[in-house]
C-alpha cells in the first residue's frame, strides 16, 4: 500500500524530536523500563547525526517534574510515585548516555505526555523556521504519539519513524494483556492514516544525507 502521505523534506525546515530516551525509560533499573526502547537507540543516533550534518535542529524532550506535587496534577492520578520517579535533579530523568545532546542540540522539558503542552517546543520551532517535524523515542502510543497529534493540530507536517519508536506491553485492564507488537501495528496505521508519514529510519536518513549533498554540490 501506497503511503496517504509523503513530505518532500527540507532539511533547513526540518527537525529532529527526541521523545524521552531518559534513563527512566530506558534503563533496566528505570523505574518505567521500556525494554523494546534498547532497540532503537541505534536508528536514533544515525538519525541524530545526519541531521546535525544537515544542519537540522535536534530537539531533546525529556519529562520532568518538580517532585513536590505541584506541578503533576492529573499525572500523579494515573502514577502515585510520579514525584519521584521523574524528579528533577534525579539521574533517571537525564538523557541516556547512549544518545547524550550535544552543545548545539537543544533540550525541551514537559510536564506531561506532549511534547507542545506548556511548553516553548511551538516557539522554537518556528524560530528556526521548521515546519516539518521527524519524531523518534519512546512510548510510541503515549508521549511520540501526544506530540504528533499536537503537532498535526499546529500544522506542522510529521514524519514518525516505524523502527525508532519504541512501544511497551499492556496488562490486562479489562480487554485482556496486549503486546508492545499489538501496540506498535495500530499506532503506525493510526498515525499513518490520520496525522502523517511514516516511515523507516534508513529511508529518512537517506534523502536527508542526499538533500546535504545536493546542496554542498551547488
Known amino acids: 500500500m501506497k503511503p496517504r502521505v509523503k513530505w518532500d523534506i527540507q532539511p533547513e525546515r526540518t527537525a529532529v524530536i527526541v521523545v524521552d530516551m531518559q534513563n527512566v525509560f530506558c534503563k533496566p533499573d528505570g523505574a518505567l523500563y521500556v525494554p523494546r526502547a534498547e532497540g532503537i537507540v541505534?536508528?536514533?543516533?544515525?538519525?541524530?547525526?545526519?541531521?546535525?550534518?544537515?544542519?537540522?535542529?535536534?530537539?531533546?524532550?525529556?519529562?520532568?517534574?518538580?517532585?513536590?506535587?505541584?506541578?503533576?496534577?492529573?499525572?500523579?492520578?494515573?502514577?502515585?510515585?510520579?514525584n519521584e520517579i521523574l524528579k528533577r535533579g534525579t539521574p533517571g530523568v537525564e538523557i541516556i548516555d547512549e544518545l547524550a545532546p550535544l552543545p548545539q542540540d537543544i533540550i525541551v522539558d514537559k510536564l506531561f505526555y506532549s511534547g507542545f503542552h506548556d511548553t516553548d517546543l511551538d516557539t522554537i520551532l518556528r524560530k528556526h523556521d521548521v515546519n516539518t517535524i521527524i519524531i523518534c523515542g519512546t512510548v510510541t502510543n503515549v508521549c511520540c504519539e501526544t506530540t504528533v497529534r499536537d503537532g498535526a493540530h499546529l500544522e506542522y507536517k510529521v514524519i514518525f519513524l516505524s523502527d525508532a519508536n519504541a512501544a511497551m506491553d499492556y496488562p490486562d485492564l479489562g480487554w485482556g494483556d496486549i503486546s508492545a507488537e499489538e501496540i506498535q501495528r495500530v499506532a503506525l496505521t493510526v498515525i499513518a492514516y490520520e496525522f502523517g508519514q511514516v516511515s523507516p529510519t534508513a529511508e529518512i536518513v537517506k534523502e536527508i544525507r542526499s538533500k546535504t549533498r545536493l546542496k554542498q554540490a551547488t
Open 42 to 82: 541505534g536508528n536514533i543516533k544515525a538519525l541524530s547525526e545526519a541531521a546535525r550534518e544537515a544542519g537540522m535542529p535536534v530537539v531533546y524532550l525529556r519529562h520532568i517534574v518538580r517532585g513536590d506535587g505541584s506541578d503533576t496534577g492529573r499525572m500523579r492520578d494515573m502514577y502515585p510515585n510520579v
